[in-house]
C-alpha cells in the first residue's frame, strides 16, 4: 500500500516563477494538507482540502493556491516566487470522519524540497 | 490561538540513556497531540498519538504522556540507540482538524 507521494522531489526556480507540487493521498484518505518546513523550522499550515473545497487555512498569502481533485489528489500553487519561499513543502492525507472532526492521524510524504534563486 | 514550544532545541546523549523530550501548548482544548519523528532532508514518521482523553501512549522504547491541565506532553525514549538520532517534533491538534507543530528538538545519541 503506497504511503503519501509527492512530486517533484526538489525543483529550482527563479524569483517571479510560478510552481506546482503534486500531491496523492494514502489509499484510503480523503484529505490533504499542504504545510511549508523552513530549515530549522517546524512544519507551518499552509491549507487543508476536503471534497475538492479549502476546507481551513494558515496564514499564507493568496499567491499559495490549491486544488483538489475527485481521486483526491491535490495541487500546491505558488506565484511570484520569493526567495522566501524556499522550503520543504510536505503533503499529508488523513481520513475525515462523517462528524467533520478530522482523524487527526497524518501520514505525510517525503516532501518536495524548493529552492527559489 | 495555539502555540506548541519544544525543550530542548537541541540534545546530545550517550548511547544506552533513558531521556525525555518536552513539549508544551497554550490551548487546553487539545484534541490530541502528535510525536513525530524527522530524518534530516525527509518527511515526517507519526511516532505516538495520544488523544485529549488519554493520558499516555506507548509504542515499543517510546512513551508519550499528554497533561492537559498543565500543557504539557513528554516523549520518553527508553536505552536510546544511535539510530534514534533524527529531529522530534510534537504536534497539538484542535478539533478544526488544523496542526499546530513546535519547531523540534534536534537529537544526537552518541556511540
Known amino acids: 500500500d503506497a504511503g503519501v507521494t509527492q512530486s517533484p522531489t526538489h525543483l529550482i526556480k527563479t524569483r517571479g516563477q510560478q510552481v506546482t507540487l503534486r500531491c496523492s493521498p494514502k489509499s484510503g484518505h480523503d484529505t490533504v494538507s499542504w504545510y511549508q518546513q523552513a530549515l530549522g523550522q517546524g512544519p507551518q499550515f499552509i491549507f487543508q482540502y476536503y471534497e475538492e473545497e479549502e476546507r481551513q487555512r494558515g496564514n499564507f498569502p493568496d499567491r499559495f493556491s490549491g486544488h483538489q481533485f475527485p481521486n483526491y489528489s491535490s495541487e500546491l500553487n505558488v506565484n511570484a516566487l520569493l526567495l522566501g519561499d524556499s522550503a520543504l513543502y510536505l503533503c499529508a492525507s488523513s481520513l475525515t470522519f462523517w462528524t467533520g472532526a478530522g482523524a487527526n492521524v497524518l501520514t505525510f510524504g517525503a516532501g518536495s524540497r524548493l529552492t527559489v534563486l | 490561538k495555539q502555540e506548541v514550544t519544544q525543550i530542548p532545541a537541541a540534545l546530545s546523549v550517550p548511547e544506552g540513556e533513558n531521556l525525555v523530550l518536552n513539549c508544551s501548548f497554550t490551548d487546553s482544548a487539545i484534541y490530541n497531540l502528535q510525536w513525530f519523528r524527522q530524518d534530516p532532508g525527509k518527511g515526517l514518521t507519526s511516532l505516538l498519538l495520544?488523544?485529549?482523553?488519554?493520558r499516555e501512549q506507548t509504542s515499543g522504547r517510546l512513551n508519550a504522556s499528554l497533561d492537559k491541565s498543565s500543557g504539557r506532553s513528554t516523549l520518553y525514549i527508553a536505552a536510546s540507540q544511535p539510530g534514534d538520532s533524527a529531529t522530534y517534533l510534537c504536534?497539538?491538534?484542535?478539533?478544526?482538524?488544523?496542526?499546530?507543530f513546535g519547531k523540534g528538538t534536534r537529537l544526537h545519541i552518541l556511540p
Open positions: 495520544i488523544q485529549s482523553s488519554q
Open positions: 504536534a497539538g491538534g484542535n478539533r478544526d482538524d488544523k496542526i499546530i
